[in-house]
């Protein structure tokens, strides 16, 4: 390992950075193609290797049989297990590792794609990419600015990436040598500092770990096959001698409650056998933690209740499914710019209105949203990604009880219309949201979340089988509004709002039965 001399680094990176002192609110105006790609759902999905989008899955109607990673587990069981994470619909993914040291540049060539893909995209032979730990030394990073920058925008779960799959553990291993320890000259177990501070901060924590691919420790999958020797090896001891001994270092080692989700990804290679294997470790060592549903290959296996490992969550990836997953648990996970792991030169963010409507999107249809950032090699989140946490966070303080804890809209109907003409990246005629308003309930309450605020100050609310007796604006509950029956039964009026929109990117009115 590290035989080969580091390559000169390709640009300076800039010092340490701080969560304090960030801009003020920025509201840049929408632009239809920062929202993330909807898709139709499909009758399967499929499956999570590809580097842009993934998971389409059909509703399955079943809302008293949850699907669930404990086999046996009854409906309350389930509940009382899913709850912390129903309440918190919001969380933080980190993809971070030591491909933040190229960060998407090889032999001083811009790498397309994901960041984290670069050794794959590339096909950078092992020995080379393993220079690569030399050159990642992340001495600005500090747990405590991690955790709260996801408490500044509200989120009350962070997602960080163990092992990505470049097989790098960002974490103290005894089963390789390929790891932030033993192979940087940072040589610390950052999860170690984030596990206590989210303690500390009082926010959940789960760890990402890609346990099929694997181009660094050999034998395991690699997407598109092997392009060095070295990567050639078995896949079941690939899975004895690395997988499962950091498997059950990571759910041992990490203080009690931790991980609080395993979140699984690309299974190429992953048959029930060996999805066997790793879930017989998981439940034993840590019944219960939440599990998402991309264990085990298989289409079938992972999106139908017949299936062997269907997980706890469906994950739809960098899009909103159009209806969501009606009697499941999902998360859409996203990107704020166009990569997971940090890349120098990826400026595509999407605005924090952006973010913020999607918030409101997932949750009016009962989801939840992981958003990521990529921290650079140094240990910094990237400003822009800071700047829209704070803006989201400005945003939640108002209007966060629209989302916590919030139950799916109570009204019919799509909100947005498929293409005639447009089809997704999967062929299907794509879904355009309309972004007018969505809806989130509570028991007696109804949140409408207001994108395009009426200008003569009523706003027309559908017909629904809930009977409304007041209205108030959750920025400013001092302003008068009244609520009228329509005369022909199509539903209420609700009037008296003021001429301009309390927040411009979305503005919540509560409705209370
Ligand atoms: C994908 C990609 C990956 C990313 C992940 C996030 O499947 O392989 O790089 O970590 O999904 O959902």
Redesign the pocket.
Known sequence: MNKIPPFKRRFALSTCTSVAGLLPLFTGPLLAQDHARTSVPMAVTAT????TS?STAAPTLDAEHPLSSVKGESKQEHDARMAWWREAKFGM?I?WGVYSAPAGYYHGKPVER?G??IMNNAKIPVAEYQAFAKEFNPVCFDAAKFVAAAKSAGMKYIVI?SK??DGFAMFDTKASDWSIVRATPYGKDPLKEIAEECRKQGIKLGF?Y?QA?DWNNGGSAA?GGHWDKAQDRNMDDYLDKIAIPQIKELLTNYGSGTPAVIWW??PVEMNPQRSERIQRVVQSLLPGVIQND?LNDGKEARLSRKGLYPGDTT?P??FVPPQGFPGRDWET?MTMNGT??FKKEDANWKSSETLIRNLCDIASKGGNYLL?VGPDSLGNIPEESLKRLSEIGNWMKVNGEAIYGSGPTPFDGLMGSFSPTERDKEGHPKFIPEWKWRATSKPGRIYLMVFDWPKDGAFQIPKTSRKFVSARLLADPTVKLSLLENDDGSGTILKGLPERAPDSSASVIVLEE
């Open positions: 999570s290797v590809s580097q993934n993914f993809h994901a984290e893909w990436t990505h799959h990402y890609s691919q997407h990804d690309t991309r994950t990836e960098q996970c997971w792991g990521n």
